[in-house]
């Protein structure tokens, strides 16, 4: 996505309480005006934390979109409807999926935006935040002899923990909504409940979910099964492996990264369990999508550490390539130990 000709046209800001305590909700019936020095400000808090977002997803529901309270409502605001009764709805919508007792009263923030580009348009986006948690920030209080400070609650402006960018490019699938949720294992009512929004199930979701599934494979089988090489061995083999290819093949990947028949049987039944207590299901072959790789390169294993002050760093792939190694146990010492074998010294 391209900000750089963004623009807010229509800012709304209600409160929405926790409908199980009966806190109730607070809403504004105009937008507010937003001089350009506030914009600037704002667009920067509302659009950074989507620049790397790559997560898509859309809106859900069992029967029909039309069910969904909140793509009828972003819909309207779309086709030039009051914008400020779409949002006193979706406020209202908020507060009936708010029924956990967990769930804070705060800020609902509605932006319009104009000129954001995506799949080189340029487009409207609505804009969805909650701001549940504030911060104490301190201000100077200037009299006539003296300075003094004082407390002051704010949202913090580098800060959003729960925020929904839909776009106005709608498709029969409806739009393309990015989604933003730091609690997310705690607040499932934000995803579910009140946007109702499910991911699109493209070349990056499906990279991530079989890596997210490597990665675990590797935590509950091999690292408590296997030789600590073997689990550096099988992360680094996985990451050369997704980094090489355009393309996913299941096959391909048994074959070339399985190095015995023990460890493929484990990662197949472990694959199955997986799917079936996740539901979801991993496709035989997808298209590999090379930025998601790499965020996730960090997240397997590159190194083995013996006691707390010895760490053996392996480079991508360097056990599968020729490294010459040994591990032993000294009856003697009581210990165990590693051998490398080398030709050059860097």
């Given at each position: 996505?391209?900000?750089?000709?963004?623009?807010i046209?229509?800012?709304?800001?209600?409160?929405?309480?926790?409908?199980?305590?009966?806190?109730?909700?607070?809403?504004?019936?105009?937008?507010?005006?937003?001089?350009?020095?506030?914009?600037?400000?704002?667009?920067?808090?509302?659009?950074?934390?989507?620049q790397?977002?790559?997560?898509?997803?859309?809106?859900?529901?069992?029967?029909?979109?039309?069910?969904n309270?909140?793509?009828?409502?972003?819909?309207?605001?779309f086709?030039?409807?009051?914008?400020?009764?779409?949002?006193?709805?979706?406020?209202?919508h908020?507060?009936?999926?708010?029924?956990?007792?967990k769930i804070?009263?705060?800020?609902?923030?509605?932006v319009?935006?104009?000129?954001?580009?995506?799949?080189?348009?340029?487009?409207?986006?609505?804009?969805?935040?909650?701001?549940?948690?504030?911060?104490?920030?301190?201000?100077?209080?200037?009299?006539?002899?003296?300075?003094?400070l004082?407390?002051?609650?704010?949202?913090?402006?580098?800060?959003?923990?729960?925020?929904?960018?839909?776009i106005?490019?709608?498709?029969?699938?409806?739009?393309?909504?990015?989604?933003?949720?730091?609690?997310?294992?705690?607040?499932?009512?934000?995803?579910?409940?009140?946007?109702?929004?499910?991911?699109?199930?493209?070349?990056?979701?499906?990279?991530k979910?079989?890596?997210?599934?490597?990665k675990?494979?590797?935590?509950?089988?091999?690292?408590?099964?296997?030789?600590?090489?073997e689990?550096?061995d099988?992360?680094?083999?996985?990451?050369?492996?997704?980094?090489?290819?355009?393309?996913?093949?299941?096959?391909?990947?048994?074959?070339?990264?399985?190095?015995?028949?023990?460890?493929?049987?484990?990662?197949v039944?472990?694959r199955?369990?997986?799917?079936?207590?996740?539901?979801?299901?991993?496709?035989?072959?997808?298209?590999?999508?090379?930025?998601?790789?790499?965020?996730?390169?960090?997240?397997?294993?590159?190194?083995i550490?013996?006691d707390e002050?010895?760490?053996?760093?392996?480079?991508?792939?360097?056990?599968?390539?020729?490294?010459?190694?040994?591990?032993?146990?000294?009856?003697?010492?009581?210990?165990?130990?590693?051998?490398?074998?080398?030709?050059?010294?860097?």
């Amino acid at each position: 996505m391209d900000f750089s000709n963004a623009s807010i046209d229509k800012l709304i800001v209600h409160q929405v309480g926790n409908k199980q305590k009966d806190e109730g909700v607070y809403l504004s019936h105009h937008p507010q005006s937003v001089e350009a020095e506030l914009e600037k400000k704002l667009l920067h808090y509302f659009l950074k934390p989507f620049q790397l977002e790559t997560d898509l997803h859309r809106f859900a529901h069992s029967s029909s979109l039309t069910f969904n309270e909140v793509y009828m409502y972003t819909k309207n605001i779309f086709e030039d409807g009051d914008f400020a009764q779409a949002a006193q709805r979706i406020a209202n919508h908020l507060y009936d999926a708010s029924t956990h007792p967990k769930i804070m009263m705060g800020e609902l923030l509605i932006v319009h935006f104009k000129d954001i580009k995506f799949d080189e348009v340029f487009r409207d986006v609505i804009g969805i935040y909650k701001v549940e948690k504030k911060d104490m920030f301190f201000k100077v209080l200037k009299t006539e002899d003296s300075l003094t400070l004082g407390t002051e609650e704010g949202i913090n402006a580098s800060k959003i923990e729960k925020g929904c960018f839909i776009i106005n490019d709608e498709t029969e699938l409806g739009y393309n909504i990015f989604n933003i949720d730091i609690h997310q294992k705690v607040t499932d009512y934000w995803v579910n409940k009140f946007l109702s929004i499910a991911p699109v199930e493209n070349d990056s979701f499906k990279t991530k979910q079989f890596m997210n599934m490597c990665k675990d494979f590797v935590n509950d089988v091999v690292t408590p099964e296997y030789e600590k090489s073997e689990q550096v061995d099988f992360g680094n083999s996985c990451i050369d492996f997704f980094e090489k290819k355009d393309n996913f093949n299941e096959q391909d990947f048994l074959d070339e990264i399985m190095h015995n028949d023990k460890m493929k049987d484990d990662f197949v039944n472990y694959r199955d369990k997986y799917a079936d207590e996740s539901e979801i299901s991993f496709d035989d072959n997808f298209g590999i999508s090379k930025d998601d790789v790499k965020k996730y390169k960090n997240g397997f294993r590159s190194s083995i550490t013996l006691d707390e002050k010895i760490q053996i760093k392996f480079l991508n792939n360097s056990i599968q390539e020729g490294l010459d190694y040994e591990k032993g146990y000294d009856e003697e010492t009581g210990q165990s130990y590693y051998k490398f074998y080398f030709e050059d010294e860097y």
